[in-house]
């Protein structure tokens, strides 16, 4: 870890202030801080002080939408599932005072692991590996969808009732907040995903962006580390964790994309694969797992948007966000299709 003295977004003098004084003894040195790249949302900074490491995580820079980035949020539910099968790093520390760094923000135990994103990247463990990398991300999404949320001091985490109609609102709103150019489908899609509305079964804790790239994997066990990126994390219906995770399995994602692509590599298992074992593990019926696809190809079409719009106000950091506009017409080209399939 290279490090920087003050990442954009991260003023280490002012943390490390905020920690001397919320937990003394934690820090023996200088603060140094890496942003880590490939996140497109909330901004992750890998912080040392030479002899341990921690992990800050706060909201984007410039705009913003609104509960799209609760670090309250993420940091209670990431707490509440310590100590429970689900795979999440220890937290820290939690600040919501704006005027520490300039928002809010949490700390958390750094996790030594891998973060998949593209086919080549997962490609370099052979397909034996990779099919066992998969399977285990299914598998700890059955383990998540297992925890009693009353048990866990989660049952005012959401409201299960309404749940999907108030998320297609959710993301309907959204879009607008994002919309700076004409999107042929996407209306279309929305009100399709709306007649079409499923009944949900139990509610669950659901992560909201449960991917491949929002774990980290062990380099040498390849069992699933951590789960990250909880900002979306409610009570509501499992099914759209899966249905995001088989959007991300579907082979017909580029492999050039700036997007995670790595269903494209040998050994990934297919859609239909990761349906079983989920179905297999959780005991769940998945018949209209079509529709929560499509609502992931929805959803995704808006998060990139979103980027899209943020990008052109000049208000991201890193590399890739020239080109997430350019896959909008095809995320939502392929939801319908998906949706008219049934």
């Known amino acids: 870890m290279s490090g920087t003295d003050n990442p954009p977004g991260l003023d280490l003098g002012r943390l490390r202030e905020h920690l001397d004084r919320e937990r003394p003894g934690l820090v023996q ?7 880590i790249e490939g996140g497109r949302s909330n901004l992750t900074y890998a912080v040392t002080d030479g ?6 995580r706060r909201p984007p820079l410039g705009h913003v939408l609104a509960t799209a980035h609760d670090m309250t949020r993420e940091h209670r539910v990431i707490s509440a599932l310590h100590d429970t099968p689900v795979p999440v790093p220890g937290t820290v520390l939690l600040c919501e ?7 809010p923000f949490y700390v958390m135990e750094y996790v030594d692991g891998v973060p998949y994103r593209f086919a080549d990247q997962l490609a370099a463990l052979g397909p034996e ?3 066992s990398v998969v399977l285990g991300l299914v598998d700890a999404l059955v383990a998540l969808h297992a925890v009693d949320p009353e048990q866990v001091g989660l049952a005012d985490f959401g409201r ?14 959204q879009l607008e907040a994002s919309r700076s150019r004409e999107l042929t489908g996407i209306d279309e899609l929305h009100e399709g995903l709306s007649k079409a509305l499923p009944a949900s079964g139990p509610a669950t804790v659901v992560h909201g962006d449960y991917r491949l790239d929002n774990v980290l994997v062990g380099k040498d066990d390849d069992r699933i580390k951590a789960i990250l990126d909880w900002e979306m994390s409610t009570l509501g219906d499992p099914l759209t964790d899966l249905g995001l995770l088989v959007m991300y399995s579907d082979r017909e994602v580029p492999a050039d994309s700036p997007v995670p692509s790595a269903s494209a590599a040998p050994g990934h298992p297919t859609a239909h694969e990761v349906i079983a074992r989920y179905a297999e593990g959780s005991g769940r019926d998945v018949s209209a797992i079509g529709w929560y696809t ?5 959803k995704l079409a808006v998060i990139a948007e979103g980027i899209h719009y943020r990008y052109t106000l000049g208000q991201t950091l890193g590399a890739g966000f020239d080109r997430i506009g350019g896959l909008v017409p095809g995320l939502i080209e392929r939801g319908l299709s998906i949706l008219q399939e049934g």
Do not use: H, N
């Not at 002899?51 to 800050?56: A, D, F, H, L, Q």
């Open 160 to 173: 299960p009732e309404g749940f999907l109609e108030r998320q297609l609102r959710r993301w309907g709103k």
């Open 129 to 131: 590996r990779t099919r």
């Open 51 to 56: 002899t341990s490491r921690w992990v800050v």
């Open 294 to 298: 499509a609502f992931a190809y929805f």
């Open 97 to 103: 005072d704006e005027t520490v760094i300039g928002s």
């Open 29 to 35: 040195g200088a603060l140094q801080a890496d942003l």
